[in-house]
């Protein structure tokens, strides 16, 4: 049963990652489809997000998890796993990444280099989300806040006719290649760990961002709050002016 169970993880990990190039090519379609009208491109994003809400903080965490066992990650579990650039993306700065001295651990025998496969291909799914997310929003001029306030059930609201940015090109491509061979293959330590980094920084700027956009909301909310009592403080004035008036004609 354990091998079996083995070989089905296994399995999954082979048809994970063998399946990236579908996904790649998937995004790309989705980002030079010709969208017409903002709920379109909305409805995308929308689902984007539900997905990152979904599984992105699960895989760092779990990819956190995996890397503190190597002491490449916090010891401390209560720490935040993506506050800011932790060791393996500043390694990703180096055109070879396995050069780093923080890397060299992970050519070491009791590295699980296909662990690390399996989670570095889940998030680089996810990269593509985020760029496609990133392309939608710069080539139809979409900002964080009509992003959180579209609702797919009033679609309605959103059928104001786009037009896309010219010259703008979305990038399907991903690090991660065949990663069949040695374990200890240096190229495709390099190509894990650029995934890797790309996803990290992707995820802290799509944090960035949504917090931005949700404080935006609330700037706006209270100005037409202020709005609404300014009018009701108006409208207030009026009526006791013209009262004072109808008495003095009474008079």
């Known amino acids: 049963a354990g091998v079996g169970g083995q070989a089905d993880e296994s399995s999954a990990e082979d048809r994970l990652i063998e ?43 779990r990819l956190a998890a995996f890397l503190r066992q190597y002491g490449l990650c916090s010891t401390d579990e209560m720490d935040e796993v993506n506050y800011e650039e ?44 985020l760029r496609l997310k990133s ?13 959180l306030s579209f609702n797919p059930d009033s679609k309605d609201m959103f059928e104001k006719a786009i037009s896309k940015a010219p010259s703008l090109s979305f990038n399907s491509k991903l690090s991660m290649g065949s990663l069949a061979g040695d374990e200890n293959d240096m190229a495709t330590i390099d ?11 992707l995820m802290r700027e799509e944090a960035s961002a949504s917090e931005e956009g949700m404080e935006l909301d609330d700037v706006d909310e209270d100005v037409v709050m202020t709005g609404q009592k300014r009018r009701r403080s108006l409208t207030e004035d009026s009526a006791a002016e013209a009262e004072l008036e109808t008495r003095a004609v009474s008079t």
């Open 19 to 61: 399946g990236l190039p579908l996904l790649s090519f998937t995004s790309q379609v989705l980002a030079y489809l010709p969208y017409r009208v903002a709920s379109d491109p909305l409805f995308i994003i929308y689902n984007i997000n539900s997905l990152l809400a979904l599984r992105g903080p699960d895989i760092l965490d």
């Open 86 to 129: 932790d060791v393996l993306e500043v390694a990703a700065k180096r055109e070879l990444p396995h050069h780093a001295k923080e890397a060299t651990r992970m050519l070491e025998p009791d590295f699980a280099l296909n662990s690390f496969s399996f989670l570095c291909a889940e998030a680089a799914a996810l990269t593509l989300l």
């Open 135 to 147: 392309f939608l929003k710069s080539a139809y001029d979409l900002n964080e806040s009509r992003i």
């Open 191 to 201: 190509k894990l760990i650029f995934e890797y980094a790309e996803f990290r920084k």
